[in-house]
């Protein structure tokens, strides 16, 4: 919604197989996020892009997360080594409104590890 | 440090008034805002209060903020159906490059 675009929408895998999911913040943006959310757990942040500066990974749960963003645009979170606990909504959000704190969130994509 | 704290559930009959509590840590916020994000969706900006405003009226939608304690709160009055969503508290910092701070989220549930 709003100019972005997430893939896949639904994901289903095996433990211990790794995931990537993408997000096209399509126009126009100087930050990117990622997000989780899962029932218990509410909405997590997992990773922050502005600019060219190094990206604020301090939400990453582990190691087997990572994620970058190629030409300051399109952006892939990996997950590797996939967990049952990593089954959650996958969220990407990109600034870009007329205000400091209004982001523009893609749909999400949901992450079922079996 | 920097935390937005809300509840992760709240029960309303339809009709009545809905009131959706946050508090934040940041007092060099210049924002704050709610958004909501309805079934299968991404979330959405709904509504925001500049830090030097006390309150902020949209219709049906009261944003109350008392800085002194950093307590923000959301009332809907008459809550319908269509107000079933889950709704976040976020905070931007006073530096734009700062990463904006969100809670977990309320999860509305309206009873017939």
């Known amino acids: 919604g709003a100019g972005v675009s997430q893939s896949p929408s639904n994901k289903v895998t095996e433990k211990g197989k790794d995931v990537e999911l993408r997000c096209d913040p399509i126009?126009?943006?100087?930050?990117l996020y990622w997000y989780r959310q899962s029932l218990g757990q509410g909405l997590e942040f997992l990773i922050y892009?502005?600019?060219?500066?190094?990206?604020?990974k301090s939400g990453l749960p582990s190691d087997r997360f990572s994620a970058e963003r190629t030409g300051g645009s399109v952006s892939t979170l990996t997950i590797q080594r996939t967990q049952q606990e990593d089954s959650a909504v996958y969220l990407c959000?990109?600034?870009?409104?007329?205000?400091?704190?209004?982001?523009?969130f893609g749909e999400g994509s949901r992450l079922t590890v079996l | 440090g920097e935390d937005v704290e809300q509840s992760l559930f709240l029960s309303v009959r339809e009709g009545d008034s809905s009131v959706i509590n946050c508090t934040y840590t940041?007092?060099?916020?210049?924002?704050l805002y709610w958004y909501k994000q309805e079934p299968g969706a991404g979330l959405q900006l709904l509504t925001y209060?500049?830090?030097?405003?006390d309150m902020k009226q949209d219709q049906r939608l009261t944003v109350l903020l008392n800085k002194k304690d950093k307590h923000l709160s959301l009332r809907i009055a008459d809550t319908q159906t269509g107000d079933s969503a889950i709704y976040f508290c976020?905070?931007?910092?006073?530096?734009?490059?700062?990463?904006?701070?969100f809670g977990k989220g309320t999860r509305l549930h309206i009873l017939p």
């Open positions: 209060i500049f830090s030097n405003m």
């Open positions: 976020a905070e931007t910092p006073r530096n734009r490059d700062d990463k904006i701070i």
């Open positions: 959000a990109k600034s870009g409104g007329a205000l400091s704190g209004e982001l523009f």
């Open positions: 940041d007092s060099s916020s210049t924002y």
């Open positions: 892009f502005q600019g060219n500066s190094a990206p604020d």
């Open positions: 126009s126009g943006h100087t930050a």
